[in-house]
């Protein structure tokens, strides 16, 4: 079977930094994405690895290590708009639309 | 460009009706995915439509059923509404569904009753 896992709920302070574990057991691996969704909205793309390392974007940066089945979300400078939920999700083959996503980590950002 | 749009925004049904939802993909977009969301669950894949066909599905039952058309606007459908088909119904849309990112809709909220 296909198994992600996130922290269910993380709270962190304004201006502070928050890393956002995923842990991962798939049949394959065709990359490995970050989605953030507020309360009532669409899903929005944050950020897509699919080869072992950093990539940074703004304030976000995201992490894939494939050997360990492992991604982290990095958030810097936390403002009160990042409060919440994340979403992490594995491509398990190419040429597809298909995700398979993590249950998602609600982050409150507290003043 | 215009995004994903869904329609309606809610539903409310009763146990045993049929429902059809409906996506507009981003203009130029072939590639549309259909993906249900509850607290329990999260988000679980569907199915997905390119060019009219299906290419993928998930593990719901027959009960859930989409196509697509011409202009790759989709509908999915439901038949038979069940008390735990209450959910938001997401649908994503992406250029060829190749490895690029998805593009979500706002998603129909779908109470049964």
């Known amino acids: 079977g296909q198994n992600i896992d996130q922290p269910t709920e993380m709270t962190a302070t304004e201006g502070a930094i928050v890393q956002i574990n995923c842990t991962y057991q798939?049949?394959?691996?065709?990359?490995l994405f970050w989605y953030q969704q507020h309360a009532g909205e669409a899903p929005t793309f944050l950020s897509y690895?699919?080869?072992?390392g950093l990539e940074e974007k703004g304030r976000f940066s995201s992490f894939l290590s494939r050997s360990k089945g492992y991604s982290y979300l990095l958030l810097k400078e936390l403002q009160m708009k990042d409060s919440a939920s994340y979403l992490c999700?594995?491509?398990?083959?190419?040429?597809?639309?298909?995700?398979?996503f993590g249950q998602g980590t609600t982050l409150q950002v507290k003043p | 460009k215009a995004g994903v749009t869904q329609t309606p925004r809610y539903l409310i049904k009763t146990r045993g009706q049929q429902v059809t939802l409906s996506c507009s993909p981003i203009s130029g977009h072939r590639s549309v995915s259909w993906y249900q969301q509850t607290p329990g669950q999260g988000l679980q894949f569907l199915f997905e439509?390119?060019?009219?066909?299906?290419?993928n599905k998930g593990n719901f039952p027959g009960r859930f059923s989409g196509r697509q058309f011409s202009n790759s606007r989709s509908e999915m459908n439901v038949s038979t509404l069940e008390l735990g088909d209450s959910a938001l119904y997401l649908c994503?849309?992406?250029?060829?569904?190749?490895?690029?990112?998805?593009?979500f809709g706002s998603g129909t909220q779908l109470s049964v009753l």
């Open positions: 690895n699919v080869l072992d």
């Open positions: 994503a849309s992406s250029e060829q569904g190749a490895g690029e990112k998805l593009f």
């Open positions: 798939t049949s394959g691996f065709n990359g």
């Open positions: 439509y390119f060019s009219e066909t299906q290419r």
């Open positions: 999700a594995v491509r398990i083959s190419s040429n597809t639309g298909k995700l398979i």
